[in-house]
T-cell receptor, first 116, second 112 residues
């Protein structure tokens, strides 16, 4: 079964450093997403991406965040200057269409980001 | 803004029991609803997707129902097994938005 792959599984970074979280979506999917889950809280939407541009973003997704599809397979989330409150599990997801029919969204296994 | 609530927050049952997990949402203008399973420290595994026009979906021992007008969904697990122990998340996709709103989850423990 096709998977969304995320690397690294765990990253520790110092406050103020830049981090890049990487994702390889399912190959024939067209829509890509980032969500995050702060420990003990709900999974929350960050951004959706289609046709090489952001289609929607939440109020959390401020100027310190950016997304990119640098090549035909990778989808990245960059956090420019990390803060302690950015510590969370970050999930990448993809879907075949804006309105997924059969399988919905497929999520990756997540990257646990710890900012110290 | 859509609010998604899951009850109970935690549930412990003996192996073999049938159980129901509940999800409610405040805005009935949804496109679909998806149930996920999350193991500790792990990602989200899709279980069932219900389109707004559907009433239920089944996969093996799992059955999810949707009552859109009343803002409710249930996930029924038949003949529970210790391997079913995990957190179950309900997520709602509103009309006109390509994103999910998640509930806080129900943490299920199935005792051998």
């Amino acid at each position: 079964e096709p998977e969304v792959t995320q690397t690294p599984s765990h990253q520790v970074t110092q406050m103020g450093q830049e981090v890049i979280l990487r994702c390889v979506p399912i190959s024939n999917h067209l829509y890509f997403y980032w969500y995050r889950q702060i420990l003990g809280q709900k999974v929350e939407f960050l951004v959706s991406f289609y046709n090489n541009e952001i289609s929607e973003k939440s109020e959390i997704f401020d100027d310190q965040f950016s997304v990119e599809r640098p090549d035909g397979s990778n989808f990245t989330l960059k956090i420019r200057s990390t803060k302690l409150e950015d510590s969370a599990m970050y999930f990448c997801a993809s879907s075949e269409d804006r309105v997924p029919t059969n399988y919905g969204y497929t999520f990756g296994s997540g990257t646990r980001l710890t900012v110290v | 803004k859509q609010e998604v609530t899951q009850i109970p927050a935690a549930l412990s049952v003996p192996e073999g029991e049938n159980l129901v997990l509940n999800c409610s949402f405040t805005d009935s203008a949804i496109y679909n609803l998806q149930w996920f399973r999350q193991d500790p420290g792990k990602g989200l595994t899709s279980l069932l997707l219900i389109q707004s026009s559907q009433r239920e979906q089944t996969s093996g021992r799992l059955n999810a129902s949707l009552d859109k007008s009343s803002g409710r969904s249930t996930l029924y697990i038949a003949a529970s097994q210790p391997g079913d122990s995990a957190t179950y998340l309900c997520a709602v996709r509103p009309d006109n938005f390509n994103k999910f709103y998640f509930g806080s989850g129900t943490k299920l423990n199935v005792k051998p």
